[in-house]
């Protein structure tokens, strides 16, 4: 498996033998109970679905897998399951706002790290675990996850990464030394805009015993039929990241050039400021950038003159989408938009972006 390209591993990773005269992945497995006398019993407990992705997802991440049916179900799951009252948790300053607010009602301090650093002893001292995330959402700075791994280990801290902008193929957060890889597969791993989900890959055995308990406990389990449309979405995740990282370029390179746009950031440029570490940590670069338009006015005007540019939240989708960030509280500046290139030809997409935002700045301001 590990010899074998990121293509064909999202195609065949975790696959079972084939049989003569059955699918090539199997179905969802629809049971509520299950006839008693073998290792399934209750639907809440355990599915052959589950199954057949975790054992694709972990073969990807290198780790034990854990699937649940949402990125904030896989997070919270885990803050819950590694923290105890009165723990210390590093995490991202500026990363994914919900988990903040989740953590808010918990017995627990946070320290509040920005991506980029700085990160020293005093951060890590003390803690439970530091959560980074790395490219972060929406900023896309980026983090060391070796070096870091190292500090905190040695502070005796466990280190989670939240993978959800890199995807299994973009980046191998265990094989950095990270115990702990944690992602929203609602984006580009399900890839269809459909459905949401998440999962959890760890190194310790015994960790994922427990998230698999915790699981079962707490009841939030994913379905079994978003379970297979994740499973067949994996399977084209290598060409789909590589059209979307083809049209982020494209973009990237005609919109640093216009006027209307200032800061762009993608990790995959050699000019960005996040590209050295990038590079080093990441295997491959996604379709996610950011850029500042002037005015909250003139991104809704860039918006409505798009032909194929939708409004939207979320990432990593089929279709081409832009999210101004602002509107949902992020601290960022009032024009920054966070874009996710879709699977559209380049030439169609460029032509589109570019036409939009000159009609966008010829406009009369509302
Ligand atoms: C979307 C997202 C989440 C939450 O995932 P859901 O599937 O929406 O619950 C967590 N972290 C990051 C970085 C995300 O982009």
């Given at each position: 498996?590990?010899?074998?390209?990121?293509?064909?591993?999202?195609v065949?990773?975790?696959?079972?033998?084939?049989?003569?005269?059955?699918?090539?992945?199997?179905g969802?497995?629809?049971?509520?109970?299950?006839?008693?006398?073998?290792?399934d019993?209750?639907?809440?407990?355990?599915?052959?679905?589950?199954?057949?992705?975790?054992?694709?997802?972990?073969?990807?991440?290198?780790?034990?897998?854990?699937?649940?049916?949402?990125?904030m179900?896989?997070?919270?799951t885990l803050?819950?399951?590694?923290?105890?009252?009165?723990?210390v948790?590093?995490?991202?300053?500026?990363?994914?706002?919900l988990?903040?607010?989740?953590?808010?009602?918990?017995?627990?301090?946070?320290?509040?790290?920005?991506?980029?650093?700085p990160?020293?002893?005093?951060?890590?001292?003390?803690?439970?675990?530091?959560?980074?995330?790395?490219?972060?959402?929406?900023?896309?700075?980026?983090c060391?996850?070796?070096?870091?791994?190292?500090?905190?280990?040695?502070?005796?801290?466990?280190?989670?990464?939240?993978?959800?902008?890199?995807?299994?193929?973009?980046?191998?957060?265990?094989?950095?030394?990270?115990?702990?890889s944690?992602a929203?597969?609602?984006?580009?791993?399900?890839?269809?805009?459909?459905?949401?989900?998440?999962?959890?890959?760890?190194?310790d055995e015994?960790?994922?015993?427990?998230?698999?308990?915790?699981?079962?406990?707490?009841?939030?389990?994913?379905?079994?039929?978003?379970?297979?449309?994740?499973?067949?979405?994996?399977?084209?995740?290598?060409?789909?990241?590589a059209?979307?990282?083809?049209?982020?370029?494209?973009?990237?390179?005609?919109?640093r050039?216009?006027?209307?746009?200032?800061?762009?950031?993608?990790?995959?440029?050699?000019?960005?400021?996040?590209?050295?570490?990038?590079?080093?940590?990441?295997?491959?670069?996604?379709?996610?950038?950011?850029?500042?338009?002037?005015?909250?006015?003139?991104?809704?005007?860039?918006?409505?003159?798009?032909?194929?540019?939708?409004?939207?939240?979320?990432?990593?989708?089929?279709?081409?989408?832009?999210?101004?960030r602002?509107?949902?509280?992020?601290?960022?500046?009032?024009?920054l938009?966070?874009?996710?290139?879709?699977?559209?030809?380049?030439?169609?997409?460029?032509?589109?972006?570019?036409?939009?935002?000159?009609?966008?700045?010829?406009?009369?301001?509302?």
């Open positions: 498996m590990s010899e074998w390209g990121d293509g064909t591993r999202c065949h990773a975790g696959a079972a033998e084939p049989v003569a005269g059955q699918p090539f992945l199997a969802p497995v629809l049971a509520a109970p299950f006839h008693l006398g073998a290792d019993f209750y639907g809440r407990a355990g599915n052959p679905t589950w199954r057949a992705l975790e054992s694709a997802i972990g073969a990807l991440d290198g780790g034990l897998c854990t699937v649940f049916p949402s990125g179900a896989a997070i919270t803050l819950r399951t590694v923290l105890s009252p009165g723990d948790i590093a995490i991202p300053a500026d990363g994914y706002y988990v903040r607010t989740f953590l808010a009602g918990l017995d627990v301090q946070a320290r509040e790290v920005p991506t980029v650093g990160w020293t002893r005093e951060v890590v001292e003390g803690a439970r675990l530091v959560l980074l995330e790395t490219p972060s959402n929406p900023g896309l700075d980026v060391d996850i070796k070096a870091i791994a190292e500090l905190a280990h040695a502070a005796g801290a466990l280190v989670a990464v939240d993978n959800t902008t890199a995807t299994p193929i973009g980046q191998r957060p265990l094989e950095l030394g990270a115990d702990i944690v929203s597969d609602t984006k580009a791993v399900a890839g269809h805009s459909d459905v949401l989900f998440g999962h959890i890959s760890v190194t015994a960790l994922w015993t427990e998230l698999q308990r915790q699981r079962s406990l707490s009841g939030a389990i994913p379905g079994p039929f978003e379970t297979w449309m994740v499973h067949r979405g994996l399977g084209t995740l290598d060409v789909r990241l059209r979307q990282a083809e049209n982020a370029a494209a973009l990237v390179a005609k919109l050039g216009h006027e209307a746009v200032a800061n762009v950031r993608w990790p995959g440029s050699p000019d960005d400021p996040s590209h050295a570490v990038a590079a080093r940590q990441m295997r491959r670069f996604g379709g996610v950038f950011t850029f500042e338009l002037a005015s909250a006015d003139l991104v809704a005007r860039f918006l409505a003159t798009s032909r194929l540019v939708a409004s939207a939240t979320s990432f990593g989708g089929l279709h081409s989408t832009a999210d101004r602002a509107q949902w509280g992020d601290p960022v500046p009032e024009g938009v966070r874009f996710s290139a879709g699977l559209e030809d380049s030439h169609d997409l460029v032509l589109d972006v570019v036409g939009a935002l000159d009609r966008a700045l010829a406009s009369p301001v509302q």
